[in-house]
Structures are given as C-alpha cells and as structure tokens.
C-alpha cells in the first residue's frame, strides 16, 4: 500500500514554469513506477509522463515532450514533474500515480496503475 500526497499547482502566465512535487508514504517507494496524468474539465484523464522504478527510464506524451521532465528523488520518497514553457492547453488537474513494477518497464495508460493521489490543480492563463 502506498499513499500519494501532490503539491506545487496554482496560477502561472502561459510561458511560465511549475514544478510539482508527489510525496509517496511507505518503505517501497523504490519498487513502484510512477507516472502522472491530468483532467482537463470536462475531458478524460489523459496520460502525461512516466518514470520506471530506478529513474533510469523516462516516457512522456507527445502534447509536453520538450517541455516538461519528469524524475524521482529515492532518498525523499518523491517525483516531480518541471514544467515549463506552459501553455494554456495545459489547464488541468494532475494527478501522481503509482504500480509495483519490475525495472525498465513504462506504463502510459491509467488502468496500469494502483495507487492515485488526490490531484493538484494548474492552471494557465493567456
């Protein structure tokens, strides 16, 4: 088991840059993938970025690759996503997702994951 608390959101201008931050409780954070996703109001959650276990592996979706980095702090149980040059279209709540895994392996979709936390909202203006 595994509890996920995500911090960081709020207000930014379009250009602009957050970095999110997801803090996992638990012994076995090193054993989990994590990846982290966003809603968009009225749209589906939509995947956005993942690391494997190790951190040695990264995968991120075509709408924030050159923008946004995902990695993981073993010592502090924690992964962040850095965001920057933000757009509008990136309005949305993120969430920080975890699943036991092997190394090496990615996740992309949610039905992949079992952990969730409670979401963090971003939004950007114009």
């Known amino acids: 088991q595994v509890q996920l608390v995500e911090s960081g959101g709020g207000l930014v201008q379009a250009g602009g840059s957050l970095r999110l931050s997801c803090a996992a409780s638990?012994?076995?954070?090193?054993?989990?993938?994590m990846g982290w996703f966003r809603q968009a109001p009225g749209k589906e959650r939509k995947f956005v970025a993942t690391?494997?276990?190790?951190?040695?592996?990264?995968y991120y979706a075509d709408s924030v690759k050159g923008r946004f980095t995902i990695s993981r702090d073993i010592t502090k149980n924690t992964v962040y996503l850095q965001m920057n040059s933000l757009k509008p279209e990136d309005t949305a709540v993120y969430y920080c997702?975890?699943?036991?895994?092997?190394?090496?392996?990615?996740?992309?979709?949610?039905?992949?994951?079992?952990?969730w936390g409670q979401g963090t909202q971003v939004t950007v203006s114009s």
């Open positions: 690391i494997v276990r190790s951190g040695g592996r990264t």
């Open positions: 997702a975890a699943r036991s895994s092997i190394d090496y392996i990615m996740y992309n979709t949610d039905a992949a994951y079992d952990y």
């Open positions: 638990g012994r076995t954070f090193s054993s989990y993938a």
